[in-house]
């Protein structure tokens, strides 16, 4: 079975950039037609995709994130990462990895608090 792990700082001054890594483990993230994705729910509100990391290494973003977000991979540790630059405490949130199929995230990360307060 397919588990994810996020990882990283709790919390991150505002101006600074927040980097997660999504350990993944039982199955490959380079696997044919899935992608790697972050998603983050901010307190109160619901679900806002940020963006994915296909197989073949193509990636996906928000449109109202794209200017701040990069996400990447390490297929030695089978892992992958996002990095927003330039928060806010607009950007505290539940950040969640997950594996991502044609119709959607399949399989989801416990998620993981991330608070931008000085």
């Known amino acids: 079975q397919v588990q994810l792990q996020e990882s990283g700082p709790g919390l991150v001054k505002p101006s600074q950039t927040l980097s997660l890594t999504c350990t993944v483990s039982g199955g490959s993230i380079t696997t044919s037609y899935y992608a790697c994705g972050w998603i983050r729910q901010p307190p109160g509100k619901g679900l806002e995709w940020m963006g994915a990391l296909a197989y073949d290494g193509s990636t996906y973003y928000s449109p109202s994130l794209k200017s701040r977000t990069s996400i990447s991979r390490d297929t030695s540790k089978n892992q992958f990462s996002l990095q927003l630059t330039s928060v806010t405490p607009e950007d505290t949130a539940v950040y969640y990895c997950?594996?991502?199929?044609?119709?959607?995230?399949?399989?989801w990360g416990q998620g993981t608090q991330v608070t931008v307060s000085s």
């Open positions: 997950a594996r991502v199929n044609r119709v959607g995230a399949d399989y």
